[in-house]
Each structure stands twice: as C-alpha cells, then as structure tokens.
C-alpha cells in the first residue's frame, strides 16, 4: 500500500530536484498542483515541454533567447563598444532590471571552480576573446559575483584580457562580499555600475 500515491510521489521527487526546493517544499507545490483545477497542471506541464524548443542560446552572448541573435545583440540602439561579462543569464536580468547599462553581454555559462571540476575551457572565455579581437569593443565590464569562484573567474579574465586593447572594469561597491549578484537589490546592483573602477 502507498501512503503517497506513486503519480504524486513521482511529482514530488521532480520538484525536489530543482534548486533551492527541498522534499518539503516540493510536497507543498505539488499538493497545491494537485487541489488546483487540472487546466494549471496541463499549462504547467505544456510550457516544459516546449521550453527546449523554444528557447535557444544566442550565438554571440550565449544568453537564454528565442531568437538567434538574441534581442539585446540585435538591437541597434544599444551601443557594442562595451561588454559586461556575467556569470549566468539570471545575472543578465539584474543588471537589465538597472536600465542603466546599455551595452552588449556575454554570459560565460559558470565561473571557475576546481571542486566542481570547472576550468576555463568549460566557460565562453575564448569565445570572449574572439568577440574583442573581431571587433570594435572599447570596455569590457566583469560584473562576476563577489564570491570566491567569482574572483578567480573575475582574475582569470584579466589576465586573458592584457594586451588586448579594451578598458576592462569591474563592478565597484555597492555588492557585499560573498553575494551572488542576483540577488542584490536593483538600486546597489545600480551604484555598483555607475562606480565601477579599472580593474588592476
Ligand atoms: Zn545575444
């Protein structure tokens, strides 16, 4: 006999892969699914399925998109002489959510972590490298997370990035230590921009 119906069991061990939701969490969710009207779970369950297909990865940024290149590449008034390099698309968003930086992205897909068995080749640097020696890019921003694999990335760069002939910045203060910088409120993550130094 099961205590847990095996279909809601099933759901509920799904849920509880995603991060950040633990087994109790995902017995919330999937409860709540469940004493809904069916219509949320067949929506739920369309949009996954066809989240692959839709959405891709632009060609130049590597951001999540529906369109290659993706809205930001292909916006002609943004302006392509600077680049702010992020860790993830998620980090993307919150500076996009500052409305105050108007240039181009490249999102590198990770950071530098030897424990995760992460190493440079793992991440969009070459293709970084690329993009400045192709084209006319005046700054380039490492907006990395303050965090420890996030310096080592944001270190990593500029090195690769000497002798190259871009301005490279970073993020100034504004971020606390140790704070993934999606999760910082859009007015620090702003200030973090607008007093952003040379990165030595
Ligand atoms: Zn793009």
Redesign the pocket.
């Known amino acids: 006999m099961h205590v847990i119906p095996p279909a809601l069991e099933s759901l509920i061990d799904n849920l509880a892969k995603l991060p950040g939701i633990g087994k109790k969490t995902a017995t919330r969710l999937a409860l709540y699914i469940l004493r809904k009207p069916p219509s949320l779970a067949v929506e739920l369950a369309d949009t996954l399925k066809d989240l692959h297909q839709t959405i891709q990865i ?6 999540f ?1 529906e369109n ?7 916006d002609p008034r943004r302006d392509s002489s600077y680049i702010c390099v992020v860790e993830q698309s998620g980090d993307l968003l919150a500076i996009e959510k500052t409305s105050i930086f108007r240039g ?2 490249h999102v590198l897909q990770g950071v530098i972590s030897p424990i995760d068995g992460i190493g440079p080749s793992e991440l969009k640097i070459n293709e970084l490298k690329r993009r400045i020696h192709n084209s006319t890019i005046k700054e380039v921003l490492i907006a990395t997370s303050s965090t420890v694999p996030g310096e080592a990335t944001a270190s990593f760069l500029l090195d690769q990035l000497q002798g190259h002939n871009v301005r490279v910045t970073r993020l100034a203060c504004g971020i606390p230590l140790g704070m993934d910088i999606k999760y910082a409120d859009k007015h620090t993550l702003a200030k973090a921009i607008e007093t952003r130094s040379t990165a030595e």
């Open positions: 632009c060609s130049t940024c590597f951001t998109s290659d290149p993706c809205d930001i590449c292909s181009h992205y």
